[in-house]
């Protein structure tokens, strides 16, 4: 990299490039110093690499506007092209949606108008042309009220940059920034309170307080008005452009050209609640809110930071996290580096953990958090590791209010968290959770993260971790292997069965094909010992070959599929399948998951027969106590999910090979008609056509393009009819799995006159809920282990109870999977909606199962 990219790239940074200067003004000397020697030769590459760095560490906007001012006393024509590619970068991302870009250039723009490098004016219109279009989106009569998350994000936009220039925009032009406040506070009186029903962490941030709580748009215009109160000062925000104000001032203001906003969508043709609710549903994943604030810790933690900071501070670590994505280490660097003049420890860990648990899914896959706190770990050894390990216990103090798809996310996070730093944790803080019922989510939240842990290494390495608290070895995994039913164990006498399942191994062994091992079956085990045995001895055979490795069970599937498939043709004698699968891997849970995951990778068992399986009777009696079930479903309906997802990527990407076939065959033929339409000379005479070795190439060009185009529109007509095939599949999917959600709460639930809300629901013949509530705070991290005030450090029994009743625990727990897939799942539940609301979803079923399905769906 040339050393001006370099200076560029690391402006701000305490690096050797500034001889580990950390002042800012220096920075910004030794950067425009070398950017100005280097402007005559380089411009066209210094232009694009500013706008990069500008987009990609946002969190130094304020260093590249103070550079891109003093480059505008330089050469005022390159600053006009760094605003007009701006402008168009500008439009591109309002056309487009792409709400990153929106918001971190408008930042940009703030910051330029601050350096004198645009108008204040300018900036006002650009903020007037967003509220217009906001305002006009919730207006009842004129707008489409479906998509105000986009005028949410417009206005969000507008007040997120205030921080960065309220206090310039009110010297200079006082009158304006009024008048857009003003039209602010005239559009959050017409809009409609968002409710963060579905999303919330909690399931008791829903009850009840959603309608008095402030949502994030009214919770941010608060903390402006505070700012504003406060005459506009950021801690949090450096101003560099102060340093340089008297320079600044003798630059000329350029004009920032017009834009405008998207059309707003049409309304559905025919107005209803379901049209205005998959309207609304899709305005929520273009314009997505970025961030919930996770209130891990007592307020005392942060009491010094003032409201704006917190906003300022977030925003910091939202954009390192965006753009860092892939880079762990730098991510981190960045993280621990802000340009804040105050300690955020406690903010940074409430930030990170309300990405990895945020609702309906993580901005990014949750291994780059796992790596991202294991890094700032490191990076910060005597501060971050206590405030981590004071989130988590704040978090199990919790964990009964927990939504259920939090929950796993944290149980994975925390198990794979530990596997980084050799499993060490204080479990006898926890050991009393074996006092508590086998349904309390402490208990089972501590079993499961055990179980986790053993699959990322082994049953004696996490035994050997617990050895301050040996009695959670009883929440410990089974430690034994496969379950293999003919195995001739020593003393049992062995039976014809057995000796089927060895000669079927010595078969398998001596590699005959999957159709001689058929016909083997069907002539001497089928007719003597019927379906079930066949069944039950060629599966613990062939499992138990395989068991040695994934490896081997893959090569087993697909090597002897077949033979599973002729036996287990139909969805009834496929959930045979699967219950002989648990019994050999009852002792090993991802093996029974990855089994009948590969299974119906093979298609030898349907999505359907998965679900008739985990509803089954002996597995219902474990929604409440064990993962088990629940992961092998959500295996089952992912895998669904991401057939149909790639299916359609397949389908744009055909779709656009047909638009180029198109293209290359009707030039190919143009040219054809032209060259025969020349007229040529051959022995003296007038002939038409070209030459004839020309036109020959050009009859077999124009054939071949047409032949292309002709195959790739018979692939996309496949791929669409594969695409009907599996809607049409996953229509009859989610209609299965309603019903016998729906059935199996009928039976359980209490009638709905006695609990119509979770929370009479939790106190159905029962006191309450309570986990210690001999104090208030269960959240209160006070030392400096960042150990509870209550910890059981010395593993003793305390007063804690469970009062929730196991049937309850049942209901609760099976209410937060329903809401859980419907939030997960909503893109593809939507269109079926109305067949949902027709044969599930009736007033028949229960008013908890209807509130769950409604919550996910944000309905």
């Not at 596997?419 to 050991?431: G, L, Y």
């Amino acid at each position: 990299m040339s050393s001006w990219g370099s200076l560029l790239l690391r402006i701000g940074d305490k690096c050797s490039e500034y001889s580990s200067s950390s002042d800012f003004k220096d920075h910004i000397e030794t950067c425009y110093g070398a950017l100005r020697r280097e402007l005559e030769h380089s411009s066209t590459d210094i232009l694009p690499f500013i706008l990069l760095c500008a987009e990609q560490l946002p969190h130094k906007i304020p260093l590249y506007g103070t550079v891109v001012g003093l480059l505008n006393l330089e050469d005022e024509d390159f600053v006009k092209k760094i605003i007009e590619n701006t402008q168009t970068s500008f439009q591109d991302a309002l056309d487009s949606g792409s709400c990153d870009r929106i918001r971190i250039l408008m930042r940009f723009l703030t910051v330029l108008m601050c350096s004198k490098v645009i108008q204040p004016v300018s900036l006002v219109v650009v903020f007037e042309t967003l509220l217009s279009s906001a305002a006009t989106t919730v207006d009842d009569e004129k707008g489409n009220t479906s998509w105000q998350p986009r005028a949410d994000f417009y206005v969000t936009c507008i007040l997120s940059c205030l921080p960065w220039g309220g206090a310039e925009l009110v010297e200079q032009v006082p009158e304006e920034i009024e008048r857009v406040l003003v039209g602010i506070q005239a559009y959050l009186s017409i809009r409609r309170h968002t409710s963060d029903s579905g999303l919330s962490f909690f399931e008791d941030d829903e009850s009840g307080g959603d309608l008095v709580a402030k949502d994030f748009l009214e919770d941010l215009w608060e903390r402006i008005q505070v700012l504003s109160s406060n005459g506009w000062k950021v801690e949090s925000v450096p101003r560099p452009h102060l340093s340089f104000e008297a320079q600044l001032v003798a630059g000329k203001s350029h004009e920032f050209g017009p834009i405008s906003c998207p059309e707003q969508p049409d309304l559905p043709s025919i107005i209803s609640a379901v049209a205005c609710g998959k309207q609304k549903h899709d305005a929520e994943l273009k314009y997505p809110q970025r961030t919930r604030r996770l209130n891990i810790f007592p307020a005392s933690k942060t009491e010094d930071l003032q409201p704006i900071d917190r906003f300022v501070v977030e925003e910091y670590l939202l954009d390192v996290l965006l753009f860092f994505n892939g880079c762990r280490k730098e991510c981190a660097s960045f993280m621990v580096g802000l340009p804040v003049p105050f300690r955020y420890e406690y903010l940074l860990a409430e930030t990170i953990f309300s990405q990895l648990l945020l609702l309906p899914q993580p901005p990014f896959k949750p291994i780059y958090y796992t790596l991202v706190i294991m890094d700032l770990c490191k990076a910060l050894p005597g501060a971050f590791p206590a405030v981590v390990a004071g989130a988590v216990r704040a978090l199990f103090d919790k964990i009964a209010d927990l939504d259920m798809e939090c929950r796993t996310r944290l149980i994975l996070w925390f198990s794979h968290h530990l596997s980084n730093f050799q499993f060490i944790w204080p479990w006898e803080e926890w050991a009393y959770v074996l006092d508590l019922p086998k349904w309390a989510p402490q208990r089972v939240f501590v079993q499961e993260v055990l179980e986790r842990e053993v699959r990322l290494s082994y049953w004696d390495k996490i035994k050997q971790s617990i050895e301050n608290a040996p009695t959670l070895e009883e929440l410990l995994p089974p430690k034994g292997g496969p379950n293999f039913k003919y195995g001739g164990e020593v003393g049992r006498e062995k039976t014809e069965q057995d000796a089927l399942s060895a000669e079927l191994s010595n078969k398998v062994k001596g590699r005959q094909t999957a159709r001689e091992i058929i016909v083997w079956i069907e002539e001497n085990i089928y007719p003597v010992h019927g379906l079930e045995v066949t069944l039950s001895v060629v599966v613990q055979t062939l499992l138990d070959i395989g068991s040695k490795s994934f490896t081997h069970l893959i090569t087993v599937l697909e090597r002897y599929g077949q033979v599973i498939a002729k036996i287990c043709p139909d969805q009834d004698k496929q959930v045979m399948l699967i219950a002989e699968v648990s019994s050999y891997w009852k002792n090993n849970a991802q093996m029974t998951a990855i089994a009948i995951d590969r299974m119906m990778g093979y298609r030898l068992v349907s999505n359907l027969a998965i679900v008739r399986w985990v509803f089954s009777p002996e597995n219902i009696e474990q929604f409440h106590t064990s993962d088990r079930p629940w992961e092998i479903l959500r295996n089952a309906v992912s895998k669904t999910y991401n057939r149909i997802t790639d299916l359609r990527k397949e389908i744009s990407s055909l779709k656009k090979g047909v638009i180029s076939a198109e293209e290359a065959a009707y030039k190919a033929k143009a040219d054809l008609a032209a060259a025969e339409s020349k007229l040529t000379l051959v022995e003296g005479e007038p002939v038409l056509g070209e030459n004839p070795a020309r036109l020959k190439h050009l009859k077999t060009e124009a054939e071949k393009t047409k032949e292309e185009e002709v195959t790739i529109r018979d692939s996309l007509e496949a791929k669409e009819a594969l695409l009907a095939r599996a809607l049409d599949e996953n229509e009859v999917l989610f209609l299965s799995l309603y019903n016998n959600f729906s059935n199996v709460l009928m039976e359980r639930l209490p009638d709905a006159s006695r609990a119509g809300t979770l929370q009479e629901l939790k106190t159905n013949h029962g006191d309450s809920m309570a986990l210690d509530l001999e104090e208030s705070s269960a959240m209160e991290v006070d030392d400096e282990n960042g150990r509870p005030k209550k910890s059981r450090s010395n593993g003793g029994r305390t007063t804690n109870i469970y009062n929730v009743r196991e049937k309850e625990q049942w209901c609760l727990s099976t209410l937060g999977y329903v809401k859980a897939f419907s939030r997960q799942y909503a893109s593809e539940i939507w269109p079926h909606i109305e067949k949902l609301d027709v044969e599930v979803l009736t007033e028949d079923a229960h008013p908890l199962f209807r509130k769950a399905v409604y919550s996910g769906l944000r309905r």
